[in-house]
């Protein structure tokens, strides 16, 4: 069985203090009830969390998302594509806003909001005339709201953005089987822009060079791991990671969702997570502790996201 090196980054993480728990829950419209699970990262990314809560629940099994390629490039093909892509010089560091320091440390759980089905159903159609997708369209409104209310006039940041490699790759379906890549993007970046962006990505197979850029561990070893960690955690900040995870409808509960939402840490500040669950969008907020945004100002940024996509929708 192949092993979990992704997991060696989040057992590292773990020993400088920092959490690998990720969040999924289970909201209940009818009671106004929300159930809360946590789930360790070097034990499962979002799908195979979202996978376990669906067992939990009584579903059958079935497949798991798959990405769209059969196996895994090599390692030339793959750095060949890589390299004929234009490198954007934008420094992995991020220009927050001068924000009063709480007065204690911050330990924020996630948030969330739902837009309904009618509302989803717009955007879809409005995704298509546009020629992108609703993810695009979400993240381009996430965006948006990061930066008025978080960033500095005129700056630019990077987003990491998760892809599934399952299908590609051999390893237990519910263990971490997700790569990805990195936008570097402004405050006035459109769904066309992010979209174009996400596909040329895809194109030159970004993510299966992070894939086996973070399988080093495979060569070096969890001590050369903890040493790459301390290198690159000192230098490279990014604004989060934006993870839009598809649809997890639950047709036996039909007045429930259910989302997912990251960790989070100084590096990666901004955890979001994204699911369609019974026609309805869910989507999940948190912000680290190491950035200083109180949970007003966290509830805030989601509710002005979930208002941005209802603007688009009645547009």
Known sequence: MRKDYI??????????????????????STEQQT???????RDTDGIGMLAHMRKQLGYPASPLPHCRDLSEPGFWQTLRSVRRQRNDPTPKKVHWKSLPTP????????????????AVCRLKSLAATRGVSLASLTFACLNQVVFSACLQAGSRAWWFY???VRGAVAGPEHSNLSSGFYLAVDGNQSAEQIHAQ????????????LWK???IGRWVGKPGVRLIYRRISRSQFYLGSFSYLGDWSLPRHPHSVMGVCGAGSA????ATGVTECNGELVLALKFHSSVAITREMQQHCLQQ???CLQELSHA
């Open 267 to 270: 590096n990666y500040p901004i």
């Open 35 to 41: 159930q809360w699970f946590h789930f360790r990262h």
């Open 103 to 118: 007065a204690a440390p911050m330990v924020n759980d996630p948030d969330f909001v739902r837009l309904d089905a009618s």
């Open 7 to 28: 997991a060696q980054w989040y057992e590292v993480r773990e020993e400088q203090g920092i959490s690998d728990r990720i969040y999924c829950f289970l909201h209940d």
């Open 162 to 164: 998760p892809v599934n």
């Open 198 to 209: 996400v596909k040329a990505k895809l194109v030159a197979r970004e993510h299966w060079w």
């Open 305 to 307: 996201w979930q208002q």
């Open 213 to 215: 850029m973070a399988h």
